[in-house]
């Protein structure tokens, strides 16, 4: 599928490339809807995928605008609201939003504070980054 490509292209480091086979795919260009939901609810890996090769190539917007998409209390996104928080957070900290990225820090150590035993060094950097942003 194209999404399972691009995600290769993405391992390989190559960005450029994923963001093209992307953009091939409508959804990953949408956000959500009026009511909060994707009209593309199935293609939401392909979405935090194209966050991730923006982010790559430092298209900081866009790729902030689509981890954002992610905070929607939408089902079918559940599994990439952590995720999306913690990468914004990374991005607000390199911006030098330092109150925004520790909210953020702060809010990923909270929703995956019982997180599995191997998620938990990312909890303890969150929280860690949120108190010395602080």
């Known amino acids: 599928s194209t999404g ?4 290769a292209l993405l391992l390989e480091g190559k960005a450029h490339d994923a963001l093209e086979r992307l953009r091939a ?6 956000g959500m809807d009026l009511l ?17 090769a923006a982010r790559a190539v430092d298209r900081i917007a866009d790729a902030e605008a689509l981890y954002s998409s ?24 390199r911006a030098g939003r330092r109150a925004d990225a520790a ?10 504070s019982d997180a599995d035993p191997e998620l938990q060094p990312i909890v303890v950097r969150a929280r860690d980054r949120a108190m010395q942003l602080r």
Do not use: D, M, T
């Open 36 to 52: 909060g939901y994707s009209p593309f609810p199935g293609l939401r890996h392909e979405r935090f995928l194209r966050a991730e």
């Open 70 to 93: 992610f905070a929607e209390h939408s089902p079918f996104g559940r599994v990439y609201i952590v995720p999306s928080l913690l990468r914004r957070a990374e991005l607000a900290e």
């Open 25 to 30: 795919i409508p959804s990953a260009r949408h």
């Open 103 to 112: 909210r953020q820090y702060a809010l990923v150590a909270e929703l995956w």
């Open 4 to 7: 399972a490509y691009a995600h």
